[in-house]
């Protein structure tokens, strides 16, 4: 259930609201849906040649459906790639990303499968996914990435990307999630390397994936991680209402100080304003191969750099390896605060619900 509108909205970095502080516990309000009804008219297929420089051909809408790489399957979004045709210019793959732009919010993705290689992350070598969000200009209007990562790597790292001046603190994240470096300029980043297993490839695949949370307000940006069977993705997702587990909340407003520690925070402060280094983003899924990070650390992945001198040989060769290189979305829904900080600012775009 939606919460009554108590204010009136303007849109615009000065609209003043009004809002009952006693029922504020959560004031988030849901502005987007992105499932099976409408994902096709709400993302866009990129076809240019991919700027990490990926062995990959992007295709466009017309392409991926005849030739089965996107559509509908098992009551989510399907987004794969070719894996069935040898190649030595690049594997046919999908990347969209969102028609809308966002800046600040709460992102609640309930994604059910993620390319890997198969049951083991052993056998994902070359893969390069990544579920992640991006501003105009890069780097200045900020990237996020949510979820990603190449070859055998075992869990997720989450990494942002900015121009000059932002250094991040990591005070909040999990204990077991290692801040690589603060400084989020350029090319590098600064990632955010989390220990769990449950959380990336075969084995976020093994148990039917689940929820990704990513909250970014002015302060910080935080992720977190829900198993398929955890109960706060029954309570956050469709399906999880559908299925009866869920209490009431449906549509209604999550409250993140019921969702634990995060998997990672990203703390701006003195070091890092966020309302200058992110805005805008759009939100955009994609599978690559080898590039800019899968291809340059192939020869340092034992795994992977036995099966072939060069990452581009192997995903051109073994077609049939990438089986399991796909994204299957469920959901995505999208919440703004409308207490009128800049974290709730959103362009251009009326509300749905
Ligand atoms: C997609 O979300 C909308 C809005 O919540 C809902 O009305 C619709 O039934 C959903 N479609 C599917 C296929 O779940
Ligand atoms: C999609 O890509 C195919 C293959 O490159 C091309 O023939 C076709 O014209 C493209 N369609 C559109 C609508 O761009
Ligand atoms: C969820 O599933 C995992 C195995 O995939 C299991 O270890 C865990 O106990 C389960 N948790 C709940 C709350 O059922
Ligand atoms: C800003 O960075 C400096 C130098 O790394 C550090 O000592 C300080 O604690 C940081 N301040 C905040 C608010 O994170
Ligand atoms: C990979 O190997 C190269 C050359 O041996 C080395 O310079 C580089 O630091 C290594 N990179 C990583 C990420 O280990
Ligand atoms: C919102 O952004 C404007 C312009 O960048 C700034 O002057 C103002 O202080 C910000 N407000 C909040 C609540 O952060």
Redesign the pocket.
């Known amino acids: 259930m939606i919460r009554p509108r108590a204010t009136t909205l303007a849109l615009g970095a000065a609209a003043a609201f009004t809002i009952n502080l006693a029922q504020a516990t959560s004031d988030y309000r849901i502005v987007e849906v992105y499932n099976s009804s409408n994902f096709f008219q709400e993302f866009d297929f990129f076809d240019q040649p991919d700027p990490t420089n990926g062995f990959v051909e992007y295709v466009n809408a017309t392409t991926a459906n005849v030739e089965g790489l996107a559509g509908f399957t098992e009551g989510g979004v399907y987004l794969g790639v070719d894996y069935t045709s040898q190649t030595t210019t690049g594997r046919k793959s999908t990347r969209v990303s969102s028609k809308k732009a966002f800046t600040g919010g709460l992102f609640i993705a309930d994604i059910a499968h993620m390319p890997a290689g198969g049951s083991r992350n052993t056998d994902s070598c070359g893969i390069w996914p990544a579920y992640w969000m991006f501003g105009p200009n890069w780097p200045l209007g900020g990237e996020i990435d949510i979820l990603e990562g190449v070859n055998t790597q075992e869990s997720n790292s989450i990494t942002l990307h900015t121009g000059e001046g932002c250094s991040m603190s990591n005070k909040g994240s999990l204990g077991s999630t290692k801040l690589v470096q603060p400084d989020c300029q350029g090319n590098i980043g600064c990632a955010q390397e989390t220990a769990s297993t449950?959380n990336y490839g075969a084995g976020f695949n093994?148990?039917g994936g689940g929820v990704y949370a990513l909250e970014w307000t002015d302060s910080a940006i935080s992720a977190w991680f829900f198993?398929r069977?955890?109960?706060l993705t029954a309570q956050l997702t469709a399906s999880g209402s559908s299925s009866g587990r869920s209490t009431s909340h449906g549509l209604s407003a999550p409250d993140t100080s019921t969702f634990g520690q995060p998997l990672a925070t990203f703390v701006g402060g003195s070091n890092c304003s966020l309302s200058k280094h992110f805005e805008d983003h759009n939100i955009v899924f994609d599978t690559t191969f080898c590039g800019d990070w899968a291809g340059k650390i192939w020869s340092n992945d034992s795994t992977c750099s036995a099966l072939a001198a060069k990452c581009e040989d192997y995903v051109g060769a073994n077609p049939e390896k990438f089986s399991d290189a796909y994204w299957l979305v469920k959901e995505i829904r999208i919440y703004q605060k409308q207490d009128g900080s800049n974290a709730s600012r959103r362009r251009a775009v009326g509300f749905s619900a």
């Open positions: 449950e093994r148990q198993p069977n955890s109960s």
